[in-house]
Structures are given as C-alpha cells and as structure tokens.
C-alpha cells in the first residue's frame, strides 16, 4: 500500500506556472523557440476544427499558453509529443517561445503519450493550473504516403473499436475517471486522496475475426465517404469575389466547416485517406464504455452506459449506478425507448423520447430506492 500522503491543492500545474524544476521521469520544464519544434508525424488527430482553432488563438494572444506543451528531443531540435494545437496556436499569435515539458521517450512512448489527454483544473484569475487525471483514447495515427498528383498524402490509421476513457464531475466535487481498458473507476474526491473500485462486473462479448472485419468494412464506407467530401473540397480553388472574398477564403473566416476542411485553408494541397489498423490490432472484446458514457446525478452518483449488457431485454438502456462509497450499489433498465436527459436532487431523472419527425417528449420520474420498495 502506498503510504505516501495524498497531494492536496494545486500539485504539479503550481509548479509548472511558478518555474520550479521538473526533473526525473517527468521531464524538465523550459521555454523553446517555436522554429525549433516540428509537428509529431505520428500525432492521433486527424484534422483541427477551424472555428475551435481560432477561439484557441485569440485566448492565446489574451492570456498566453497555459498548459505547457510535451516534447521530446529529436536530433538538434524538438518533437512535438501532445499539444500540437497550442504549438499552431502560438505561432498564429505571433509568440516566439512556448513553455514545454521535455520527455524522453521512443518511438512507441510518443505514441502512447500522444493518446493521452490531461485533465486540468484552471483558476483563470491567478492562472494557476493543475494536472488532475489523464484519459486515454484510441484517435489513430498519420502516416506520410507518397504523393499523388503532385499533392501531398496523409494517410491517418484509425481504430474501428476503440478502447477510451469516460470521465465527469460529481455534485459534491469529486472526479471520477471510468476506465475502459478494464472498467474500474478512479476517484479523485474533493480533499484531495484518491481511491479507486475494483474491476466492475460486465457482460463481455467476444469479437471473432469474422466481426472485427465486418466492423472495419463498415467504418471504411463511412470513412470514404468523408474522405471523399473533404479532399474534394480542400483541393477545389475558392470561388472569385474581388479582392474582399478572395481574402475571406484564403483565411478561412466565415461558416465552419464542422471540422472538414474548406477550400483555402492550410490543408489545401493535400490529399487524406483513413484506414482501419489490422485485424489483429482490433481488441478481442467490445470495449465496455463510450467516450461519453459517464454522466453525474445530483445525489453524488455516477452513472455509467455500457456498451453491452445481458440485462437489457428488448434493446432498453441499462445504466450502472455507483458511488465512492458504495461502488457499485445499482444498475438501473430504462423503460423501452428513453434515455436519460438530465437529474434533479431527490433520486428524479427526466428522461427524453421520441423522434424528429414525431417530436419529442420529455418525463420526469423518481428512482425508488430499496429501502422504499
């Protein structure tokens, strides 16, 4: 059993804010200059929301880079590891230098690191920060192909059942971390200390070759499809509108494009393609959760969709109701077509039904407890 005292407050983010020395199997805090870092070539996100990008860049001339970027060194220079945004977004606000965490790490470290994503506690007045958790997620990984019609060719590899990490808050400001490698919740509760379930019970379902295939050809239609629609429409020169329109395309102001690229933008000239990883990288078993599987009640519970579950009869929600205290206490059928839209105090639950074309309804009900039955 670890005996060390749980860290209270803000931990490593007060450290990375006020410079203090980081150093061991954390790496070292240090500022670089932005011409000395190069994009990680194995980075998992496959595009960048253009709209999303420019909030980004705006809070970064307002307020600087918050959260450090993780590099590791390559040759005379750096190598981006996670944070490549941050990285464009500074270079857009016209910074120099941006504050970095140096790592060592291979090959494969890289990668692992770049499927990672911090959970940060900010008080934006102080700008104090702190690290809190991580969350894993399976985002794929960009390979460079040879070019084709003189464009560029990235071809990002992506996992068709992928294993992530569901998180949320609770009403009485503990973290939980729902694990889905192994469904187990990691708590963080509001002192500080940090507790953890065991792994919880859950209907796994084996995936045969056979349906690791099916899954995968099924992904690749959808992937062709917005493969297809995108480099379509990133290769398509800008409609002529004088000097103004054609102005507004190069820097991709106006609608968003919902995260596909549009005519103009810093993706033109290039071609992508998305592909599955092979079969025998496809996990064994569907994963137990989605990435937003977890949602917090007002009563202090965590409530948990899985992706399979022996207890739903005729396709109806089966929720896993669990708290730091009690674990696992409850696991909780939904009536046939309803989902969860929201809480209030007192066990209530409003539940959400129906369709667009038939309209939809919303009920509110009240979880009896065992006591009260």
Known sequence: M???????????????????????????????????ITPNPRQPRARIDE????????????????????????????ELIAGE????AAQAAGLTTIPALVREADDRTSLALALVENIVRADLESRHVDILGSIHHDGGRNRQDPPE??????????????????????????????????????????????????????DWKRLTDEDKQKLADSARVVWDSLMMLRNKRVNTPPPSRGDAGGNEAQFGRGRSSGGVAEAGSSQAGSIQHMISVPLSEIPDYYPPI?????????????????????????GELVYDVANPKRGLFERVRMPV????????????????????????????????????R
């Open 290 to 314: 989605r990435e937003s599987s977890a949602i917090a009640d007002l009563d202090g519970n965590l409530w948990i969709l899985t992706t399979t579950t022996a207890q739903s009869k005729h």
């Open 149 to 202: 019609d003189g464009k560029r060719v990235v071809t990002t590899i992506i996992q068709p059942v992928p294993t992530k990490d569901s998180w949320a808050v609770l009403s009485d400001g503990t973290i939980a971390f729902v694990r889905g490698r192994d469904y187990h919740i990691d708590w963080i509760l509001p002192d500080g200390s940090k507790a953890s379930t065991p792994k919880l019970p859950f």
């Open 2 to 36: 670890d005996s060390a005292p749980p860290r209270r407050g803000l931990g490593q983010g007060l450290a990375l804010l006020l410079g203090e020395p980081q150093t061991g199997t954390h790496g070292s805090l240090r500022d670089i200059p932005l011409d000395q």
């Open 337 to 372: 077509g309803r989902s969860i839209a929201g809480f209030a105090k007192g066990g209530v639950i409003y539940l959400q039904s129906g369709n667009r074309t038939d309209g939809f309804y919303l009920e509110r009900v009240k979880l009896e407890t065992k006591a009260e």
């Open 51 to 78: 709209e999303r990008f420019a909030e980004l860049v705006e809070s970064v001339r307002q307020d600087g880079i918050v959260q450090p970027v993780l590099v590791r060194g390559v040759g005379a220079g750096w």
């Open 85 to 88: 945004r941050r990285w464009r």
